[in-house]
């Protein structure tokens, strides 16, 4: 599932391209990829604006039309790319038709991803943490909001409500990195651990939004672009092989429902 990095680096792609655009058609090959309206509805409140402005807030893309905004939820295979006409339709299940013949187009094999018109973004803040790269995101803050809950520390990283953005690559990632289990209590997580979890987080997400992203299997940007940061990953999907720190064999093991990746030495509970 594309996580910060990769939601980043595709409206980095977009944004040149789409800011001051007028939206002069919209088209849902597949009606149920419009959530929270009727596809009508959607038409009428999106057609004849202006694209005013794109944003990501945790996983979701924001673009900000003349009076309101409508969000893109990548979810598990979705693509969102700018193309001329004549673009192959296959799999498309949401396209905006643009002023210079161009085409916002979602394409979306397995049609998980959703495209949502809002009157006010308040409901999606309400339903987001922090987000890791700002600068409310301290020590201190994230200190408190580990040792305050009594949660496994991959489902508390996971929980979009109190982080924003992070996703099972990333979680694993930065963990390693801190030489925290996954499976450790938040409570008892030492502030020097802490200390290193946070200044990962940060240095990881930097890095991965520098390299375009990490392209497991389904993502893409600016079309079929992959990303290049999965040469970098030093834990995720990597069991069998040595740790990168002590050599010791990396595991596959359970956590917060997900396959997750350890080093038994680095990362002991």
Known sequence: VPELPEVETVIRCLRPHIIGKTISG?????SKACEGSSVDQFKKNTIGSKIRALERRGKYIIF???SS???VHLRMTGHLY???AGFDRGHVTFLSRLDGDQYLVFKDQRKFGRVTWMDSLKPL???LGLEPLSDEFTEEWLYSNIR???RQMKALLLDQSIIAGLGNIYVDEVLWASGINPLKVSDR???KKVRFLHAAIGLILREAISSRGTTIRDFRFDGEQPGSFKDQLKIFERSGYPCHRCDETIVKIRAAGRGTYICPRCQRK
């Open 26 to 30: 919209v088209e849902f090959p597949w």
């Open 69 to 71: 905004w409508f969000t």
């Open 148 to 150: 305050s809950r009594k």
């Open 125 to 127: 803040g309400a339903k």
């Open 64 to 66: 900000t039309i003349d």
């Open 82 to 84: 700018i193309a001329k």
């Open 189 to 191: 997580v030492s502030a």
